[in-house]
């Protein structure tokens, strides 16, 4: 902010308030620890934002702003409780999908009936047999 030099020249505003430690100090010199203080880093490598802003920034005491639900939802699932359950049901859900498989591959006939067929190769299998079975009934 740029000042006129009438308003340079009064005492009451602020920024005409002298900058350097030593003018800042008493007789001795020493600097005002209220009026100067070290810069501090900022936090997080980008520039300085509003106070109250991002994860929990601002200044300590105050309380972080309300997290949203999809940030509740996020550090839910980051949970080691919650990561063991959806790997059971996962578990249960591959198993129970195995097992239609399994299945669907006893009532298809093939040449050596224990030949090991890979999930496509069931399912193509399984169409050329249903559409078979179709031709089958239309003659």
């Given at each position: ?87 059971t ?14 299945e ?36």
């Amino acid at each position: 902010m740029m000042l006129s030099p009438d308003q340079a020249a009064d005492s009451d505003h602020p920024s005409s308030a002298p900058s350097d430690p030593e003018s800042l100090g008493g007789a001795d010199g020493q600097a005002l620890s209220c009026c100067v203080s070290d810069p501090e880093p900022a936090e997080g490598g980008g520039g300085g934002g509003v106070v109250g802003e991002g994860r929990g920034g601002g200044r300590p005491g105050l309380h972080p702003p309300p997290l949203s639900r999809e940030e509740k939802r996020r550090r839910r699932r980051a949970t080691a409780k919650y990561r063991s359950a959806h790997a059971t049901r996962e578990r249960i859900r591959v198993e129970a999908f195995n097992l239609a498989f399994a299945e669907l591959r006893k009532l298809l006939p093939t040449l050596p009936p224990d030949k090991k067929l890979s999930k496509i190769e069931i399912l193509r299998l399984a169409i050329c047999y249903i559409s078979y079975l179709n031709h089958v009934l239309d003659v």
